[in-house]
């Protein structure tokens, strides 16, 4: 168990509709990063979010957007969804900015029909 | 975009052979990473390689590093048939992202 928790496990959902993942962190960890990762595909860094500020963005859509909440969980927005978002999302943290390994959920699988 | 691009993307071993991996990236780095993914689930830590690190071990596994070819290399000795996962490179680049590559299916046959 990485002690970061990701809910829920499991989504499906219409296109056009909106969906919403959260993340907790390890308790301590201030960087959550977002990854998308689609069938047998490597993973796309989507943001890097570090104590509620956002610190770095990568390949995240304008349909997508994403924030830390003073408590440090994060939270990533789908909207206008279609099918080609189905992937698995993934949340990571780590204590501080960079230079140190990630601990990684289990994954959000979202299923858009 | 990805940063760091495995090589090879399939692999299928005998168990106790050796495996090896490969590693490239495009941008200067702080550190890199290596990762493994049992299929489905999250990813877990295997060994991190700074840039001022040239290699490193960690039990069965031996990591390499070469920045001025902006590559790297992972070896598992003596393979087991528990070692049949994905393997992902990482690299944490001066821009506080972390950006992983499309990673290397490795098969270890009983």
């Known amino acids: 168990d990485s002690g970061v928790t990701q809910t829920p496990k499991h989504l499906i959902t219409a296109t056009g509709q909106r969906v919403t993942l959260r993340c907790s962190p390890r308790?301590?960890?201030?960087?959550v990063y977002w990854y998308q990762q689609s069938l047998d595909q490597g993973l796309q860094f989507l943001i890097h979010y570090y104590n509620g500020e956002e610190r770095a963005k990568g390949n995240i859509l304008e349909r997508f957007s994403a924030q830390q909440f003073p408590d440090l969980h994060s939270e990533l927005n789908l909207s206008s969804l279609e099918l080609g978002d189905s992937a698995l999302y993934f949340c990571a943290s780590s204590p501080r900015v960079g230079r140190e390994k990630l601990f990684f959920g289990s994954g959000t699988q979202l299923s858009v029909l | 975009s990805q940063q760091g691009e495995e090589d090879p993307q399939a692999l299928s071993i005998q168990e106790g052979e050796n495996a090896t991996m490969n590693c490239s990236y495009k941008?200067?780095?702080?550190?890199l990473q290596w990762y493994r993914q049992n299929s489905g689930r999250g990813l877990v830590h295997l060994i991190l390689i700074r840039s001022n690190e040239r290699e490193k071990h960690s039990g069965r596994l031996r990591v390499t590093l070469d920045t001025s070819k902006k590559s790297s290399s992972l070896l598992i000795t003596a393979s087991r048939a528990a070692d049949t996962a994905s393997y992902f490179c990482?690299?944490?680049?001066?821009?506080?992202?972390?950006?992983f590559g499309a990673g290397t299916r490795l098969t270890v046959k009983p």
């Open positions: 308790s301590g960890d201030l960087s």
């Open positions: 941008t200067s780095i702080n550190n």
């Open positions: 990482a690299t944490d680049g001066l821009d506080n992202d972390m950006r």
